[in-house]
C-alpha cells in the first residue's frame, strides 16, 4: 500500500465532499436516528460505491498510459468546474439540500415516530439515502481517476473510504455547529482548487 496516495486521495476526497449533498444528507438523517447507526449505514454505501469506482478504474488502467492521464485530467478539470460553478449558490441554497433529503429519509423508512424505529430501518434508511444521493457523484468519478491514474485500487479505495467516513463522522457529530461558522461557498472553493491542482499535475506528467 502507498501511503502516499492513501493521503492524497483521502485530501482530495474530504475537501471535495465536505461541501457536497453528502454532508447535508448525513446531518438530515442524524436528526432522525441514533447517529451511530447513520455513520454505519452510510459507511457501508460509501463502502460499496468507493469499491465499484476503484474497480472500474482499475479497468480504465489497462488502456494506455496518455489516454488514461488524459481522461483523469479531464474529470478533474470537469470537477473543479462544477464545485467553482456551484459555489455561488451554496449558501442559499442549504435550506431547499435539507428539505429534500428530509422527505427522502422520511419516505425511506416510512411512517412511525423516529424513535420507534428499528436499529435495522435506521441502518438500511441511512444506506438506501446515501447510496442513491452519492451514485455518479463527482467524488466517486474523483475516485475512478485516482484508481485509474495511481493504479494503486488499496490504496485508494482506503483513502477514499477514510476520507468519506470523515465527513459523515462530522456531518454526524459537528454538522450544525460547522455550518454555523463556515461557508458552504468557502468549502466548494477549496475543493475546486483541489481538483485544479490535481489536473495541473496530472497534465504536467503528460508533458514530462
Not at 493521503?7 to 444528507?25: R, S
Not at 438530515?28 to 463502502?47: E, K
Amino acid at each position: 500500500m502507498d501511503l502516499l496516495v492513501v493521503a492524497l486521495t483521502f485530501g482530495t476526497v474530504f475537501l471535495v465532499e465536505l461541501p457536497d449533498k453528502t454532508f447535508i444528507a448525513t446531518l438530515v438523517l442524524s436528526t432522525r436516528f441514533r447517529p451511530l447507526l447513520v455513520w454505519l449505514g452510510v459507511g457501508i454505501a460509501f463502502a460499496l460505491q468507493t469499491a465499484i469506482a476503484v474497480g472500474l478504474g482499475q479497468a480504465v488502467s489497462l488502456l494506455p498510459v496518455t489516454w488514461v492521464r488524459i481522461g483523469a485530467a479531464v474529470l478533474f478539470l470537469v470537477g473543479a468546474f462544477l464545485l467553482l460553478r456551484e459555489a455561488r449558490n451554496a449558501d442559499s441554497e442549504e435550506a431547499a439540500t435539507e428539505a429534500e433529503f428530509a422527505a427522502r429519509a422520511d419516505k425511506a423508512a416510512g411512517s412511525g415516530q423516529a424513535g420507534r424505529r428499528s436499529a435495522l430501518t435506521a441502518v438500511l434508511t441511512s444506506f438506501l439515502v446515501l447510496f442513491a444521493a452519492e451514485w455518479g457523484d463527482l467524488s466517486q468519478l474523483l475516485i475512478l481517476s485516482l484508481a485509474a491514474k495511481y493504479d494503486e485500487p488499496l490504496s485508494v479505495f482506503a483513502g477514499a473510504l477514510a476520507g468519506l467516513l470523515a465527513v459523515s463522522g462530522l456531518a454526524v457529530l459537528l454538522g450544525r455547529w460547522l455550518l454555523a461558522r463556515i461557508q458552504l461557498a468557502t468549502l466548494h472553493y477549496i475543493g475546486g482548487g483541489m481538483c485544479l491542482l490535481l489536473a495541473g499535475l496530472t497534465l504536467a506528467e503528460l508533458l514530462t
